[in-house]
């Protein structure tokens, strides 16, 4: 129920779409009962003679009756189907919205298939509650009320008649019901399996490939896809008792109330017109009952999915705007502090940084080099809050980054991260992925600056090269030109290279850095790399080992203390000389 009430909310912005296709079910309702009323006087007065004039009056009746009903039965899908499409799209547009807001180990955790299917699958389900059931059930609330007094007023004992079946109506109606929600939820589930295990190898195409494993993967998609069919046909033959059994339930019922109606016409007791009206009101209360296992699946369902999409709403975003967040009204300039900076991942495990302190001035270049693990990416990470750092520990221009608003923080932020990710579009349109209206003389200038002008010239169609599922068709380097074009459109006071170049060839970087370096100038560039060649021209470089800053100083300087960093410069000297040779 806690769900259902947290789902209510999305009706009220329709309260008056949702109002008047109620109204329109109750009109159709009233309307229709009134064609049993006048077949069963046609029956009765047509008893005492037949004519023209009493056929044409009766047929053109129940011919008017039945098309006003028919125009509310209209009105009433089109209101109420129409509406549980906007309540979808208003579900579909905060799902999406809070997966935009969820921090990164959310989707570390979570398998992207399995939110897809809750996006998608999931969410079908949900609509279903609230159009189709909330019209079925409706329908069949009006009909029984209405039609019960209308029964009685004909006979008491041919109504009571009726109450011998409801209790079986309802007995197998929520002993199907729920074995069709234990069910649902669980084949929901296994969609997921299925959603997961197929895109993880539409992405990772090229391994599956590689390793010649295309006949080992179909076998296992098989494998799951004959589960899935398995438990969806276990489904399917619980509705299909049930749908039947339903029917011969009041089946059984329509035997008794013709038989014993049928008695009481020929003793007299009521007349024939008045069992023929009888007969129709029960013949208009059957589809009612029926719909009503239709209207006890739907909810199953609705229910089991909307269980599944409020568990991800239920999470709430570790990283959002703090109360004491604003708009700063001096843009930044660029000035990075970090103050006795402790991070770790969480309360039990070891930090990943330990005790940093750097003030990194406006427009200045520093660079981060030292072992895998050693805390590089972490820092930067933490500068854009893509992973929340302590209370004022991290500083932009002497503000505790928490005290500016994400949007504000980020958008002065150019950050170029490890693994690249490019959209399944044009080149022109992943370079200018979070700049707004950018101009194709913008675009094409970004391009020049991270060297990928000459790879464009190549492609058959330029900017508008289509680049694939994560840009599958580049190379990583251009991959990784095309990450930095698009951080440098953005003309960010920091810009971050997070080990950015690591897929370019040395006489690539070489190019690249010397076109960055104008870039570079006018903001604070952090640079995390692996190659001395990349972070020998920064300001300042700091060697970073366990978590601390072990060293920090020029490339002269550093070198001249014969340190770690001298060491990693050697070793690198000697690999080029054994490469060379």
Not at 534 to 553: K, N, Q
Request: aromatic share 8%; glycine share 6%.
């Amino acid at each position: 129920m806690h769900d259902l009430r947290k789902f209510a909310r999305y009706f009220r912005p329709y309260k008056k779409s949702l109002v008047l296709g109620i109204l329109c079910i109750f009109a159709s309702v009233v309307i229709g009962l009134l064609v049993p009323l006048l077949v069963g006087r046609a029956v009765d007065d047509l008893q005492t003679g037949v004519t023209w004039a009493k056929l044409t009056r009766y047929a053109l009746a129940i011919l008017g009756v039945s098309a006003v009903s028919g125009l509310f039965l209209f009105l009433q899908r089109r209101i109420l189907i129409g509406m549980s499409r906007h309540v979808e799209y208003d579900l579909r547009q905060d799902f999406y919205a809070h997966l935009q807001r969820l921090p990164l180990s959310f989707f570390q955790s979570n398998r992207i298939g399995d939110l897809m299917a809750r996006a998608t699958n999931d969410l079908s389900a949900i609509r279903q509650l609230a159009g189709p059931m909330i019209m079925y059930t409706l329908q069949t609330v009006f009909v029984v009320i209405l039609i019960l007094p209308l029964m009685l007023r004909i006979s008491v004992r041919l109504t009571l008649l009726l109450f011998v079946t409801m209790p079986l109506v309802s007995l197998t109606v929520k002993y199907f019901g729920q074995q069709v929600h234990v069910r649902f939820e669980k084949i929901q589930e296994f969609f997921s399996q299925i959603s997961a295990r197929a895109q993880e190898n539409f992405s990772g195409v090229r391994v599956v490939r590689a390793y010649a494993q295309e006949e080992a993967e179909i076998a296992a998609f098989n494998s799951l896809n004959r589960q899935y069919a398995e438990r969806n046909l276990g489904l399917v033959r619980v509705s299909a008792v049930m749908r039947p059994l339903l029917q011969f339930v009041i089946g059984t019922g329509y035997v008794l109330i013709i038989w014993y109606g049928g008695r009481q016409a020929v003793r007299g007791q009521i007349s024939v017109g008045q069992v023929t009206e009888f007969i129709l009101y029960l013949t208009r209360l059957i589809w009612p009952l029926i719909a009503l296992g239709y209207v006890v699946n739907l909810y199953q369902r609705g229910t089991a999915s909307l269980k599944r999409m409020n568990a991800i709403f239920a999470i709430e975003p570790a990283i959002a705007d703090r109360p004491s967040a604003r708009e700063q009204e001096a843009p930044l300039r660029g000035r990075i502090e970090f103050r006795h900076l402790t991070f770790a991942y969480s309360e039990h495990r070891e930090p990943v940084l330990k005790d940093i302190n750097l003030v990194i001035e406006a427009g200045q270049t520093v660079a981060f080099v030292g072992r895998t693990g050693s805390g590089k990416s972490t820092l930067m990470n933490l500068i854009p809050r893509l992973i929340e750092a302590p209370p004022k520990t991290v500083l932009i221009d002497d503000v505790p980054i928490t005290d500016y608003t994400l949007a504000q923080l980020r958008s002065g932020i150019g950050y170029v991260p490890q693994e690249t990710f490019l959209f399944s579009d044009t080149l022109a349109e992943n370079i200018a992925f979070g700049v707004e209206r950018a101009e194709r003389a913008e675009v094409e200038w970004a391009a020049e600056i991270a060297g990928l002008t000459d790879d464009i010239r190549g492609f058959p169609s330029g900017f508008e090269t289509m680049v694939g599922e994560r840009g599958i068709t580049l190379s990583g380097g251009q991959k990784q030109r095309t990450a930095i074009a698009r951080a440098i459109l953005r003309q960010p006071k920091i810009l971050i290279l997070d080990d950015a170049l690591s897929a370019v060839d040395t006489f690539t970087e070489e190019k690249i850095l010397a076109q960055l370096r104008g870039v570079m100038r006018e903001r604070t560039s952090l640079i995390v790399s692996h190659r001395v060649s990349t972070v020998r021209d920064a300001d300042l470089i700091c060697v970073l080992d366990a978590g601390r800053i072990i060293e920090r100083g020029t490339h002269e300087e550093l070198l001249a203390r014969s340190g770690a960093y001298s060491a990693l410069y050697e070793r690198q000297l000697l690999e080029e000389e054994l490469a060379a040779t």
